[in-house]
């Protein structure tokens, strides 16, 4: 009984939970919302499908160690990068080419969140090998910069379909990696 106690107060339980408490009142204003123009509930079912497949992937990747995500992180990048040029021969969607649709647009997914990930590891991982030993303000220049070059990259990719959001999100997230990284 006291190992339950202690999972319950520590912190990965609580952002679970609060998870599961988004997702419910989602639900319920997704129900509330859709019912008048939706009476079979299909929205929440697909709303429901997507919940179980996030949550199975979420299982699955939880159950990988961490350090293997940042030992593979270029392999990771290049399948991110060949899905970014992919995805511009695609039928245009909203005048975007931002999504593979599958089943005649019933599943569509979109490469460039999967790619929100993989550039948040890679940009950890060339920053942490930065501060790994001490180079010359040259060497530390030239570093950075084609750290600049491996993540300007997928931004320009992004823009590319065109997904100003997802980009912005992007140099917003690398910008306050590099900030708490301690740039000078």
Known sequence: ???????????????????V???IIGMIGLASASH??????????????????GAIALIAVMSIDYELYLKYWYVFYGVCLIMLVLVLFTEPKGNARSWFQFFNGRIAFQPSEISKIVLILATAKLLTSLKKRSYSTKEYLLRIMGIGVILGVPILLIL???????????????????????ID
């Open 1 to 19: 009984m006291m190992n339950f106690w202690k999972i319950v107060k520590s912190k990965e339980f609580r952002i679970i939970a609060l998870i």
């Open 21 to 23: 408490a988004i997702l």
């Open 36 to 53: 008048s123009t939706d009476p079979n509930f299909s929205n929440v079912k697909k709303q429901s499908i997507a919940i179980v497949i």
């Open 160 to 182: 590319k379909q065109p997904d100003f959001g997802t980009g912005m999100v992007f140099v917003a997230a690398v910008l306050a990696m590099v900030f708490v990284w301690g």
